[in-house]
């Protein structure tokens, strides 16, 4: 069901097309008048719509119950409702409203890494690709039919960031654009999701974050890049939680234990992997939330060289 949020409903009329986008939208985003919602909605439009209107369903918190919420939704009378950066169950009778249902946006290569953190999952998991999926929803978690997909290669450089906002952004505004015109064409596949090829990991938090720097070099590697920048891989370094951002990899092997921080200069702070070594550009120490280059930590004698990160 809808918890209490404030899903945004922006309905467009492009060429005969009645569209109701739903995205999950702050009252910060309210007060500046910005959020995915309106990037999308800029992006369908495109000088195609005849008509615009714009709505936001209250639900929960002010007061609006689902019925009601139903109701308004339904009144809109929708040919398509767009689900984008949303990470509620949506109930099903709003998802099959509209005269040709809904579509729902998710940044993985489905069936693989379902879930609200498909983003982590992939580069965590050392993925040589991940991509964006546009699919029809139904009542499981991205379980539904998939509509359109679109593919691109993990670089060792790309962290959740940079590869959402670099490219998966990007790239699902431009793949919802082909899915709509297919779905107005007619011609929108619905293929069914292979489910001996699925998999589901829970949102990436803190439980998971934790770096065990025994582990292969390379598994510590893609750990902290899955979870830059949030949550943030960590370490402990004494009784304090310092958080490790801007990892670079090199196969050669420093003559020290694996955590060993072995340099900090200009270029940030070396750490020893099992036969590798590690860059860091960028940490912070819980619960301080600024980043900073590791030589700060170092200037003001929270780390060091030779330190031991467990």
């Not at 007061?63 to 950066?85: N, R």
Request: glycine share 8%; with cysteine; hydrophobic share 45%.
């Amino acid at each position: 069901m809808l918890p209490s949020a404030l899903p945004e409903i922006l309905i467009g009329c492009r060429t005969g097309l009645v569209l109701a986008l739903i995205t999950m939208i702050t009252s910060e985003m309210i007060a500046r008048q910005s959020g995915a919602g309106n990037i999308l909605f800029n992006a369908l439009d495109m000088g195609q719509y005849d008509t615009v209107f714009a709505m936001i369903i209250i639900v929960g918190a002010m007061g609006i119950g689902l019925d009601a919420a139903f109701e308004q939704f339904k009144a809109l009378d929708a040919d398509l409702a767009i689900l984008a950066f949303v990470t509620l169950i949506v109930p099903e009778r709003i998802l099959y409203a509209p005269r040709y249902k809904s579509i729902c946006f998710h940044p993985s290569l489905l069936p693989r890494h379902r879930g609200a953190s498909g983003i982590n999952w992939a580069i965590i998991a050392g993925d040589a690709e991940t991509g964006v999926t546009w699919f029809w929803p139904d009542k499981g978690i991205d379980t539904g039919p998939i509509l359109i997909q679109k593919r691109v290669p993990i670089a060792d450089t790309d962290t959740v960031g940079s590869i959402y906002f670099n490219t998966l952004f990007p790239m699902g505004i431009d793949a919802m654009v082909e899915a709509v015109d297919l779905i107005k064409a007619g011609d929108a596949p619905a293929i069914v999701q292979d489910e001996s090829r699925a998999t589901y990991e829970p949102p990436c938090r803190d439980e998971h974050a934790k770096i065990d720097f025994a582990k292969p070099a390379r598994e510590v590697f893609n750990l902290i890049r899955g979870c830059d920048p949030q949550p943030g891989a960590f370490a402990n370094v004494g009784e304090e939680h310092v958080r490790l951002y801007e990892a670079g990899y090199s196969a050669s092997k420093p003559d020290a234990a694996p955590g060993t921080i072995v340099t900090i200069d200009a270029d940030g702070m070396k750490i020893a992997l099992a036969a590798a070594t590690l860059t860091i550009k960028r940490a912070r120490i819980d619960p301080n939330p600024k980043k900073v280059a590791p030589g700060e930590l170092a200037a003001a004698g929270e780390i060091g060289v030779g330190a031991k990160l467990t």
